[in-house]
């Protein structure tokens, strides 16, 4: 009998300190190589705001309280022999609470962005229709 796959649930934190957004470089697919909201898989067990407090401590080295759920994506990858990849995530609001961001787990650099900033990163393209549509960010 085989294995059969089911999506994984994810969850990222939108976190947003003097104007500034938190990001991380990602260092793994999907979005390897971009910039995007930090977050993580969710463990069987755990709540999405106790997985996003962890995540976002484990890539970024900084510590948040989460809040509610504001934006949901999906990401299905296929390959010539069908679905390869397959993930729902659901992005929480946060609030900082302290910290500074330090690269680690499987991100490749964490750091603060302002406006200015977004527009000179290869930023992913999912985070940036978040930044726009729910926080009015313009770039």
């Not at 948040?64 to 729902?88: K, W």
């Not at 787990?105 to 603060?112: G, I, K, M, V």
Request: charged share 25%; hydrophobic share 40%; glycine share 10%.
């Amino acid at each position: 009998m085989t294995e059969q796959k089911q999506a994984r649930l994810g969850v990222g934190a939108v976190v947003i300190h003097q104007g500034q957004v938190l990001l991380v470089k990602r260092k793994t697919p999907p979005y390897a190589g971009q910039w995007a909201i930090p977050g993580g898989k969710v463990h069987y067990g755990e709540s999405l705001k106790a997985a996003a407090e962890r995540e976002v401590l484990e890539e970024t080295g900084i510590t948040i309280q989460a809040g509610e759920p504001i934006y949901s994506f999906e990401i299905i990858q296929r390959d010539s022999e069908g679905p390869h990849l397959h993930y729902v995530v659901i992005d929480l609001e946060a609030s900082y609470l302290g910290g500074k961001p330090i690269a680690r787990d499987d991100a490749a650099e964490a750091a603060w962005f302002d406006e200015a900033g977004l527009q000179k990163v290869d930023l992913n393209q999912i985070t940036r229709e978040l930044l726009v549509t729910k926080y009015q960010f313009s770039i």
